[in-house]
C-alpha cells in the first residue's frame, strides 16, 4: 500500500543483520528513502534527514535508551516513532508508549507487517499535520499552536511536551464539552486505558499547572469528578476589599403613624 504526498523517509536505527537484510530488500523494491544507521546520531542530526519515521531497537542504545527516545520526542514531535526490538516486559512497552513511541513491534516479525506499521503510523501523522494549515486558536490568554505543537500564554512558550500539547490540543477542540478519561485516554495514547490508570489525571495536572502559572488569572481546565476534564476558559472572580464609605448607605426603614 503506497502512501502519498511523496515517499516515505524512514531511519532504521539496529545492528541485527538477518532483520536489516530482509527488511532492506523489502523496502528497496518500493519508493522509499531510507537508511541504515548503526549508532544512534545526534537528534540535530535526525532532524537534518527530515523523517517520516524512525525504526529503533532500544537494545543498540544502552542504558539510556529512553533518555533517547524521550530526546527524539521532543525535538521532532510530528516524527512517527516505532520501536521493534526483541523480547521486552510489559513496564517497558508502557513507558516507551507512554513516553512518546506511536508503535510497539516485538522480533520476530516479519517485513510485511513492520512496513505495514510504518504506513500505518506515517498516515495517522499526516493526518495530524493536516492542523498545521489551521489558524492559532486563543482562549483567554492562551494561543495554541497546532503548526509548532506548543502553545504560548501572553506570548511566551508554555514549553509543554508532545504529550501535553495533544492532550490539550484535544481538550481544546471539544472546548464546553466533557470528555471522559478513557475517551482521553485512548485518544491521546492511542490504546484502551488501563482499571486504575491515573496517567490522564498526573497529566492534566502538569498542563494545568503549566497553563496557569503564566496566566494566573484565568482557569482553562475544569475538573468533572468521576468523569473527566472539560476545557472552558474562564476568569478567575476576585473579591476586591474596599474600606470605603458606600455612595449610599441604606436608612431605617420609617415607621408610618397608625391612624386614629
Not at 492562551?142 to 500539547?165: C, K, N, P, W, Y
Request: charged letters at 25%; a neutral charge.
Amino acid at each position: 500500500m503506497s502512501l502519498q504526498q511523496g515517499p516515505v523517509r524512514l531511519a532504521v536505527i539496529d545492528s541485527d543483520t538477518g532483520f536489516l537484510q530482509v527488511l532492506s530488500k523489502r523496502l528497496e523494491g518500493m519508493a522509499w528513502q531510507f537508511r541504515v544507521l548503526g549508532a544512534p546520531p545526534p537528534t540535530e542530526e535526525l532532524v537534518a534527514m527530515r523523517l517520516n519515521a524512525l525504526l529503533v531497537d532500544p537494545t543498540l542504545l544502552g542504558p539510556r535508551a529512553f533518555e533517547f527516545l524521550d530526546r527524539v520526542c521532543e525535538a521532532l514531535p510530528g516524527l512517527g516513532l516505532i520501536v521493534c526490538t526483541g523480547q521486552s516486559t510489559v513496564s517497558q512497552r508502557v513507558r516507551g508508549l507512554r513516553g512518546g513511541a506511536d508503535d510497539w513491534i516485538t522480533k520476530p516479525s516479519h517485513p510485511e507487517e513492520v512496513i505495514a506499521r510504518i504506513e500505518a503510523v506515517v498516515r495517522r501523522r499526516k493526518r495530524a499535520s493536516a492542523r498545521n494549515e489551521t489558524p492559532a486558536v486563543t482562549a483567554g490568554e492562551l494561543e495554541i499552536r497546532t503548526d509548532q505543537f506548543q502553545a504560548f500564554v501572553r506570548g511566551t512558550s508554555a514549553d509543554l511536551t508532545r504529550r501535553e500539547f495533544e492532550l490539550l490540543a484535544l481538550l481544546a477542540a471539544a472546548e464546553g464539552q466533557v470528555l471522559q478519561r478513557e475517551e482521553i485516554y485512548g485518544r491521546v495514547w492511542g490504546y484502551a486505558m488501563a482499571h486504575g490508570d491515573r496517567s490522564v489525571d498526573v497529566f492534566v495536572r502538569k498542563l494545568r499547572h503549566k497553563l496557569e502559572r503564566g496566566s494566573p488569572g484565568w482557569r482553562y481546565i475544569h475538573t468533572h469528578f468521576g468523569i473527566g476534564y472539560r476545557f472552558q476558559p474562564e476568569p478567575r472572580m476576585e473579591v476586591i476589599e474596599d474600606d470605603r464609605t458606600p455612595a449610599y448607605a441604606p436608612q431605617p426603614e420609617e415607621r408610618i403613624p397608625a391612624r386614629s
